[in-house]
């Protein structure tokens, strides 16, 4: 319109100019979708990537970009979430390829991600048998945190597939705000069945089959299977929880010497994040017990049952095992995060797991409770419950009265203590038909359809999963909204299930209670439980992610 001469008129519109500029182009590129794509092909200088996987060494090139017609396409980036803030200009990730058949020697890079266009390639060198079958687990990850995870397999002179798209967060906006975890964990099994525990922490990463893990994670859900039906009181209910306490730190430090024999720095790691897919593994970290096991006699620690600070000096030294302290148990003094992909089908699609902190919402308040129980819970316990829960909870007796209730109010705490029926996969409450079966939870179960992400309070029965389904019912009530979900890794008798809800109910509606990480909320109530005598509580974790405020 003319000269840009002087300061009035013409040149004074310059930076309004440049603002309408930018904003177009960031509204043109934000209508373009870009997606985590691979090329495979040979790793010489100057050659095309066909995608075909050959015998010897491939190269894989990751990128972040629209899609290209010819590249193998795993699940769309969200950009718009992580490029949110309009200072940000770029991210920069962590891309790692972990080799499942054969196993080999993961290799990792750094792909930093404009806010607009096409990021460069981030190559990855798999190095290929003669024949036969191959599969690789690609992950993307910042600050050891996954973001998203996909499969690549195929067969060696044969085409390259991507199966197994994965993300795990819709809002990753400010990602550089975000605390870092110290490890991360993606426990899966390749299409023959094979285990195995993919690790990453600071440019190290780990792919080990472990095996041994899993026999000591099923010797841990037995002896706290016992804890759960525990019916003695006095000094036989310290006594019987004293036995139990070192069985289970027994097992508890095999686990950690284990892990630690193939993970470097492991005992260093404060904050972890597990993510499970395709696989019925669990990996109980809470239960870790980085001390040399106690003896059969072992005493309780005297710290732990005056209330005292727990620490080193509980013990006479570093090899003392004369004395067995709860303080030790990782899921004590870690916060570790899970998340768990019901992946079953070896062609499955992208997944959005869970709902996530933002910068406009990282406090989940609690204004308003809903309590349904099963009829095999004492009615007096479901009493104690509803008073720790306040005047002002909706009880209910039909899954119908329950829909009902998120529907007519915003529910923002969910607490069930249903029975289940393991023949048809559902929960009762109150003893009403029909039950509830898995696979008609949905959001009107979870948020009514309100804008609420409700903390759930799952304890009850076998809530807590099997050996094939880790999660059991968490998983789904994650799928429909629930922004945390608060489960256990064995069974519940009701009196139990009971107890550790009012407990927890206690706990999360303290009057004058500051807002803590989740993380550090499971922890306290871990602690508190089992100062309480409830055992059971080791037991306990939580799904959802560890920045949310509660």
Known sequence: DGGFNHESEEGSRAPELEERVEAAL??????VPRLLQVYVGPPEAGAVA????????????????????????????????????????????TMVLAPLIPRGEPVRTELDVPRTGRSSDARLLWQLPAKGRV??????LHRNRVIQTALLSGRVGGAARVTERLVLWEALNHLDERQPFDRTFVLNHDDDGAAAVVSHADGATTIEAMDEVDATTERIRTYLLKATQLTASGRAAEEAARKILIDVAVEGNDLYVTLEAHLARFAEARRIQIVTARTGRFLPLELV???????EDATMCAN?????????HCFADADDTSV????????MNRVIERHHAPLTAAGGTAFLLTATPTRKQRTLTITHAALAASAKVRPVDVGRTAEALGAGTTRVA????WAAALAATPTDLLVLMPHTDPAEHSLEIAGSKPTLRSGRIEARHVTGGKDVHPVVVLFGCDTAGSKDDPAGYATR????????????????????????????????????????????????FRRDALRAGLISALAVTAYGDADWKV
């Not at 190269?59 to 590249?71: K, L, N, R, W, Y």
């Not at 732990?304 to 080193?312: E, H, L, N, R």
């Open 289 to 295: 017990y980085d001390r040399p096991a106690p003896d």
């Open 26 to 31: 960031d509204a043109a590129a934000a209508t």
């Open 304 to 312: 732990w049952v005056a209330g005292s600070q727990c620490g080193p």
């Open 50 to 93: 066909d995608n075909v996987l050959r015998a010897g060494l491939n190269a894989v090139d990751a990128f972040i970009g629209p899609a290209e017609e010819a590249a193998l396409r795993a699940a769309l980036f969200p950009d718009r979430e992580v490029f949110a803030d309009p200072t940000l200009n770029h991210v920069r990730l």
């Open 398 to 401: 039909t899954w119908k009265e």
């Open 324 to 331: 067995v302290c709860p303080s030790v148990f990782w899921g």
């Open 135 to 140: 599969q690789a687990r690609l992950l993307v």
């Open 477 to 524: 009530f994650m799928a429909k909204g629930a922004a945390v979900v608060f489960s256990t890794l064995t069974m519940l008798l009701g009196r139990h299930a009971a107890a550790m809800s009012e407990q927890l109910a206690t706990a999360l509606l303290a009057e004058g209670r500051t807002e803590q990480p989740l993380g550090q909320v499971v922890a306290t």
